[in-house]
């Protein structure tokens, strides 16, 4: 069973930064895409970031030049680098990973549980 462990959310100012984490566990035998979506009430899910095995990355336009998306390949871990904090940019991030647990079986996603961001003004 595959488990992805979300963490680093949390209240910032304006301005400020956080760093979360979310790291994959169980059985793996291979992971693909990893990033983060984030989700406000009565929204959809929207990507902001995301990050392939090979270290490609993509972003969503209201984050470039503010969040920075990493891995660890080693530990299964992706990270959100999160500076110059905004307001809007209080929502609930999840992580998610394209995981495969069995060389002959295709990836599928796995999410986190949801970490909250609040940004005070």
């Known amino acids: 069973q595959v488990q992805l462990v979300e963490s680093g959310g949390g209240l910032v100012q304006a301005g400020g930064s956080l760093r979360l984490s979310c790291a994959a566990s169980g059985t793996i035998f291979r992971i693909n895409d990893m990033g983060w979506y984030r989700q406000a009430p009565g929204k959809q899910r929207e990507l902001v970031a995301s990050i392939t095995s090979g270290g490609n990355t993509k972003y969503a336009d209201f984050v470039k030049g503010r969040f920075t998306i990493s891995r660890d390949n080693a530990k299964n871990t992706v990270y959100l680098q999160m500076n110059g904090l905004k307001p809007e940019d209080t929502v609930v991030y999840y992580c998610?990973?394209?995981?495969?647990?069995?060389?002959?079986?295709?990836?599928?996603?796995?999410w986190g549980q949801g970490t909250l961001v609040t940004v005070s003004s």
């Open positions: 998610y990973a394209q995981i495969s647990v069995r060389r002959i079986l295709p990836s599928q996603d796995y």
